[in-house]
């Protein structure tokens, strides 16, 4: 009952507040009710705008994230290994190393990728 109570103010509310934004339009003169009127219609298009720009975006980026990429992990490796061979000059080597190094070139038991 008392959702329905509420429901009925906010409607009662509503009409009020229409039947007085009515009045104040028909109060403004000719010229400026119109460009009031065009003011609210260009808001009101603006956003439809930007909603119709949001949903064709989404449905751009979901058709991304549907498309598989042709390259294959053949590819990605031949990349990994010419970049191995481009950093190999100031990658460090050698016994000076931290403990915390990792030399790139070597790979341990737990970094070996299964085959």
């Given at each position: ?11 009662l509310g509503c009409f009020a ?99």
């Amino acid at each position: 009952m008392v959702v329905g109570e509420s429901i009925f103010r906010v409607t009662l509310g509503c009409f009020a507040l229409q039947e007085s934004a009515a009045a104040l339009i028909e109060q403004l003169d000719p010229p400026r009710r119109a460009a009031v009127l065009m003011a609210i219609l260009g808001l009101v298009l603006t956003g439809l705008a930007l909603i119709v720009c949001i949903m064709i975006g989404g449905r751009w980026v979901r058709r991304l994230a549907r498309y598989r990429s042709s390259r294959s992990t053949r590819a990605s490796h031949h990349e990994n290994q010419r970049l191995r061979k481009t950093l190999q000059p100031i990658l460090p080597t050698g016994s000076s190393l931290p403990a915390e190094t990792a030399i790139a070139h070597q790979s341990g038991d737990d970094t070996r990728p299964d085959r």
